[in-house]
């Protein structure tokens, strides 16, 4: 009887077909996923392709072969062979054909690319047999497991999570060649571009199968050179540090800034963009930033072509406004540019900000502000309308939080600025993602708005992050002039159990003190803006070089703080310690002597502040305010009142250079008829006033030499800080000093004879700060310019690791 034998075989059976026998345990799959691996160039852009071996070719799908045609036939019976995992009628139901149907070729090649779409099978034959259908198949395998060999660099873990293969999963060598370029992906975006990858077979009974990607991952392809071709004005240095990416250097082991990323690239031509229109060159165009990999893919070449045109400065600058009430006269105040300064790109977009949100605190949540620009090629000014009108009535329909695994939603809702029903405003959604990130829990924050589906006036709001480790625990070893060689060791959680509360424990033992800190901090408490702390210590200081004593405290701490806006907080406090005062030397001062042992402090203190600075780390502009007061005697062995001042203010000379100006006042009166113990009064010199010795600008025990502090003392410092001509990333800065102090002698002296002198004294002096890889070190040399003779010098400042 005439039978026809329809039959189609994809790549995939080619694969699984080469396993001849179960005993062979490893068998390398078909190049075309090595060949990829090793010949396929990442994405650059303009980047001209090295000439490369042609990789080899992927199996090409055997065609289909039919019979010539012929009439239709009408089937009576459908029979399946070869099913082994997969149950027959399902088999029968991806052909969509049944008994009494008419069968001719066109049926037949549908039935196949239907039964190959299922990626089920690597072969599959269909015969007719006179009138019976025979659909013979071979299935796919199954995984039984992944593995990966050779990955040094990224963990199983990481690598898993990009592949698309799993166990259990049905194989198929498309996936596998995905696969492939999955985990080149993730080489490349770590900048290894030397990496080959080998994925291999091991069949296993059961048509089961392990998939073993196996990895050579090749040197760091670093950043050997980055060149600019049309830049004049700027020195290649310049732009250089304009940018984020680097070039190899010896230094630069602990960063990956000198490994080539196709996205920093991205970002490096954007930032070089803001570069010169931040200096004055409107016309800047970047033609071009082309990537080029070494023949021995160990490194790359990075060449930005760019067109710098002309400088221009500011012309007229004005404001127009098109809202009922709101006169152009009460925005002018707010333009941040002056008319003559050299036209900077940020300045303008500042202004914008300062308006919008200037209008939003009036009522004016609905504004588009829209800087008008008209530029004199010939005079080189640009003339500058700050446009204001009313905006388009948008309203927040719903805020959706994605990427939030651990952490709770309300811990990022209760970041963001708006709430479902409100206005919508674009500086409160960036002041929303500002928020987010500083919380420290998100590698990445995305906060974007979409039109509504419901009503053309709503927004929904996308919060999109990407959760980070937020656990730490630290060991640093350093140096403190103070304290001498210290260890410090610290464990902290910032946001346990996804909570955005943080759990800390810190320990520092040194040759002059040891200090231990437990404490736990909730941000939010009654789900309100209320921040509460709880911290537990144990200190202990070796002062008796100082003033020939021991300290020692013990005790709790416990705060409540907030905010009022997003500039000025409040804070109250209660602390209750245990204060000893031993291993007094018999020739210390009587004033130590006397008040050697043991006594109980219960305090509550009081702190407002007023914090405008960019920065709380490391400010370049903006003021900081802050007042405080502590009341002693809400039982407990001491009585006193204590207050103090704080004002720091931070001026932008120039380019990375700085002037801080600071001041503190402080004072400390005893009530109720008991004094101020000595080792509560302020001691002046050390790290509030350099080139003196720690306490060494305070009242004295003219007999023993010993420091008493001071119930009053006021400090001020003049510092200027500029870049060091050294790399940025090294992160080593310079500074120029003058400090000023002076200070009051104690209220306990009785008829101890003191050295004692409210003249202010005066140190000047050049510093160096580094913020290594181990902690912050700060270096500074101090002379001291005004001074009295009993006075203590000190030089030589040196301080590295934790601060006591």
Not at 8 to 22: F, K, L, Q, R, Y
Not at 199 to 208: A, D, M, S, T
Not at 585 to 596: G, K, N, W
Not at 739 to 745: A, F, H, L, R, T
């Amino acid at each position: 009887m005439r039978s026809r034998v329809y039959k189609m075989v994809v790549a995939s059976a080619v694969a699984i077909n080469t396993v001849a026998a179960p005993q062979l345990h490893a068998q390398q799959l078909p190049a075309p996923g090595a060949a990829a691996a090793q010949q396929q160039q990442p994405p650059q852009p303009q980047q001209p392709q090295p000439q490369q071996p042609q990789p080899q070719q992927p199996p090409q799908a055997a065609p289909v072969v039919v019979a010539p045609p012929s009439p239709a036939v009408v089937i009576h019976a459908i029979r399946v062979e070869g099913s082994g995992r997969i149950e027959t009628d399902t088999i029968r139901s991806y052909l969509n054909v049944t008994e009494g149907d008419r069968v001719d070729d066109q049926v037949i090649n549908r039935v196949l690319k239907s039964l190959f779409a299922t990626a089920l099978f690597s072969d599959a034959k269909v015969t007719l047999d006179g009138d019976t259908l025979v659909v013979k198949v071979t299935e796919n395998p199954i995984v039984n497991r992944v593995a990966f060999e050779g990955n040094q660099k990224i963990e199983d873990k990481q690598l898993s999570s990009e592949v698309q293969l799993k166990p259990r999963q049905v194989y198929t060598l498309t996936k596998v060649q995905e696969d492939v370029q999955r985990i080149l992906d993730v080489y490349r975006r770590s900048g290894r571009y030397a990496v080959s990858v080998v994925p291999k077979l091991i069949q296993q009974p059961q048509n089961r199968v392990d998939v073993v990607f196996e990895i050579t991952e090749g040197a760091s392809t670093t950043i050997r050179r980055i060149n600019f071709i049309g830049a004049s004005n700027f020195s290649t240095s310049s732009l250089r540090e304009a940018i984020s990416s680097r070039e190899e250097r010896w230094y630069r082991f602990l960063s990956s800034s000198d490994t080539y990323d196709p996205d920093r690239l991205n970002y490096d031509s954007d930032l070089l963009r803001r570069f010169y229109l931040r200096h004055g060159y409107s016309d800047f165009r970047l033609v071009s930033s082309v990537a080029e990999l070494t023949p021995d893919r160990t490194g790359f070449y990075i060449t930005f072509t760019i067109e710098e045109g002309e400088r221009y400065k500011f012309g007229a600058l004005s404001v127009t406004s098109g809202l009922k009430d709101v006169s152009p006269q009460s925005l002018s105040g707010l333009i941040e540019p002056s008319q003559g300064d050299w036209y900077n790109a940020d300045q303008v977009e500042n202004t914008v900000q300062k308006i919008t949100a200037e209008l939003g605190a009036r009522g004016y949540p609905f504004v588009d502000v829209r800087p008008r620009v008209r530029k004199d090629a010939k005079k080189h000014i640009i003339d500058i309308t700050f446009d204001v009108q009313e905006g388009a009535r948008v309203y927040v329909e719903r805020i959706d939080i994605t990427g939030n695994v651990r952490t709770l939603d309300k811990v990022v809702r209760r970041e963001m600025l708006l709430a479902e029903g409100d206005a919508f405003n674009a500086a409160r959604i960036r002041r929303s993602k500002e928020r987010i990130q500083n919380l420290g829990f998100f590698s990445k924050v995305d906060v974007t708005n979409t039109p509504s589906e419901i009503a053309p006036d709503r927004t929904v709001v996308h919060v999109a992050v990407v959760e980070q480790s937020t656990g730490s625990l630290s060991f640093g070893g350093g140096y403190s002039t103070s304290l001498g060689p210290l260890l410090n060791i610290g464990l902290k959680e910032k946001n346990i159990l996804g909570s955005g509360t943080e759990v800390h424990v810190n320990g520092l033992i040194a040759v002059k003190g040891t200090q231990i800190d437990l404490g736990v901090t909730q941000p939010y408490i009654f789900d309100r803006r209320l921040t509460g702390s709880f911290d537990f210590f144990d200190t202990s200081q070796n002062l008796q070089t100082q003033s020939q004593y021991d300290l020692s405290q013990l005790g709790l701490n416990t705060g409540l703080s907030w905010a009022y806006n997003e500039y000025l907080t409040e804070s109250v406090a209660y602390t209750l310690a245990q204060t000893t005062v031993a291993n007094v030397a018999s020739t210390a001062s009587p004033v130590i002597q006397q008040e050697a042992g043991v006594t109980v402090l219960s305090q509550a203190s009081h702190s407002v502040a007023y914090d405008r600075r960019d920065s709380t780390i490391d400010p370049t502009e903006g003021y900081l305010i802050g007042v405080g007061t502590d009341v002693a005697g809400l039982g407990g062995d001491e009585k006193f009142v204590r207050g103090s001042l704080n004002v720091s203010n931070y001026f932008p000379l120039a380019d990375k250079t700085v002037l801080a100006v600071k001041g503190s006042a402080a004072i400390i009166h005893g009530y109720a008829g008991v004094g101020v113990r000595f080792d509560r009064d302020f001691f002046l010199g050390g790290d509030n006033l350099r080139g003196f010795a720690d306490a060494g600008a305070t009242t004295r025990d003219a007999s023993t030499g010993d420091a008493l502090g001071g119930t009053w003392m006021t400090t001020g410092s003049l510092e200027l800080h500029f870049p060091s001509g050294l790399p940025e990333e090294l992160g080593i800065g310079t500074l120029l000093f003058t400090d000023v102090g002076s200070s009051g002698q104690p209220d306990n002296t009785g008829t101890t004879k003191i050295e004692s002198s409210a003249t202010p004294r005066l140190s000047s002096g050049v510093g160096m700060t580094w913020k290594s890889p181990l902690g912050p070190l700060t270096v500074s040399l101090g002379y001291p310019v005004l001074r009295q003779s009993y006075d203590k010098t000190q030089y030589f400042r040196f301080d590295f690791g934790a601060h006591f």
